[in-house]
């Protein structure tokens, strides 16, 4: 494990130099996300622009707006989680004798 993390650090500072030359050498805007198998964050970011930028221009280029998609699963996943509290609720109530108009017979 020692030694793939070795390795790993010495490949990840190599990329990390080479995504630098590529911003100054090329005027070219790299972004870089790396998570480490220890679960460790590592990123590198071209000075001249943010990781938002870096994102919408992203999203621009290929015709997707994660963002957009990302928020219509939340709100997809609340609605569903709305619609278990309310019959959950409802459950609760007919159970300590509440809206007993609710229940159905056979």
């Known amino acids: 494990q020692t030694n793939r993390q070795v390795t790993y650090s010495k490949r990840r500072n190599g990329l990390f130099k080479k995504a630098h030359e590529l911003t100054v050498l090329c005027d070219a805007k790299v972004s870089i996300l790396m998570i480490s198998s220890t679960q460790k964050l ?53 159970r300590i004798g509440e809206s007993l108009n609710d229940l159905g017979y056979e």
């Open 42 to 94: 590592h990123e590198y970011i071209s000075p001249s622009i943010t990781t938002k930028q870096m994102f919408d221009q992203y999203q621009k280029a290929v015709g997707v707006d994660v963002w957009n998609t990302h928020y219509e699963r939340m709100q997809e996943h609340l609605k569903k989680l709305k619609d278990v509290n309310r019959n959950l609720r409802t459950e609760i109530r007919q």
